[in-house]
Nanobody, 121 residues
């Protein structure tokens, strides 16, 4: 699975952004997908994950109620709708794929290149 994330940008606090992750390869539709983020000098943190059939979605407590993960297997696309953005959401956001949903970055086999999200106060 090859992944390419896009949709990041510079926004003010309270704004919304939608990140996209385009996948290629026949196994995309059978892969669990995750979003992670990494701020400068910090570890890569879990944001959200979704099962291959969208039957299960999981979120970090810090984004629950503000972010929504979704996917369209007919288009090999993964999305992260981010609302009510806060300065602490500033990070590089990565999409990732593996078999079986997980919150652990170390479990994921395939990674996109990352997209920068900057939220100003």
């Amino acid at each position: 699975v090859q992944l390419q994330a896009s949709g990041g940008g510079l926004v003010q606090a309270g704004a919304s952004l939608r990140l996209s992750c385009a996948g290629s390869g026949r196994t995309f539709s059978r892969s669990a997908m995750g979003w992670f983020r990494q701020a400068p000098g910090k570890e890569r943190d879990f944001v959200a994950a979704i099962r291959w059939n969208s039957n299960d979605a999981q979120y970090a407590d810090s984004v629950k109620g503000r972010f929504t993960i979704s996917r369209d297997n007919t288009k090999n696309m993964l999305y992260l709708q981010m609302n009510s953005l806060k300065p602490e959401d500033t990070a590089v956001y990565y999409c990732a794929a593996r078999y079986g949903i997980s919150r652990l970055a170390s479990d994921y086999d395939y990674w996109g290149q990352g997209t920068q999200v900057t939220v100003s106060s």
